[in-house]
């Protein structure tokens, strides 16, 4: 591993095994890290743009006991969200992503190994929460499949 999971989900996810932390590195490379979520999830949540009829970047996951999980919120993570670069996302129109059953969530983290200089800049003490990607899977009988991805920065 490259980086511990980002501060805001420290207590929320758990090291993936090597073959998962192998394919995500295959697709984003040897920077970046991989984490699943300590309980599995109904559903996924995203705010939806009416203006562009697109996805958002902000993601909440609805877990085994029906608790809202913020997975990535653009205004606060990543790059820019540290960086105070992106303004928060209307979150008032949202669109479910429901799953036939109960499954894992992973989320990878791609960073560009540089992340120790924006320190300097006091906008964050982690290196590990200045991701300049981020990519969430669905891992359901040894498979894992790509939701979406989100560049953040």
Do not use: H
């Amino acid at each position: 591993m490259i980086y511990t999971a980002p501060s805001y989900l420290k207590e929320l996810v758990t090291e993936v095994d090597n073959n998962i932390l192998n394919e995500v590195q295959k697709e984003y490379g040897t920077y970046s890290t991989a984490f699943k979520f300590n309980k599995k999830f109904k559903s996924l949540m995203r705010n939806w743009n009416k203006e562009f009829n697109e996805y958002g970047t902000t993601i909440w996951g609805i877990n085994e006991n029906n608790e809202k999980i913020t997975i990535f919120d653009p205004a606060k993570n990543g790059y820019d969200g540290v960086m105070g670069l992106n303004e928060a996302q209307d979150i008032n129109t949202i669109k479910t992503i429901n799953f036939e059953n109960d499954v894992e969530i992973i989320v990878a983290f791609q960073y560009s190994g540089d992340e120790e200089e924006y320190l300097e800049d006091e906008n964050s003490i982690f290196e590990e929460d200045i991701f300049g990607w981020i990519a969430i899977y669905k891992y359901e009988n040894g498979n894992l499949e790509e939701i979406t991805n989100i560049e953040c920065a």
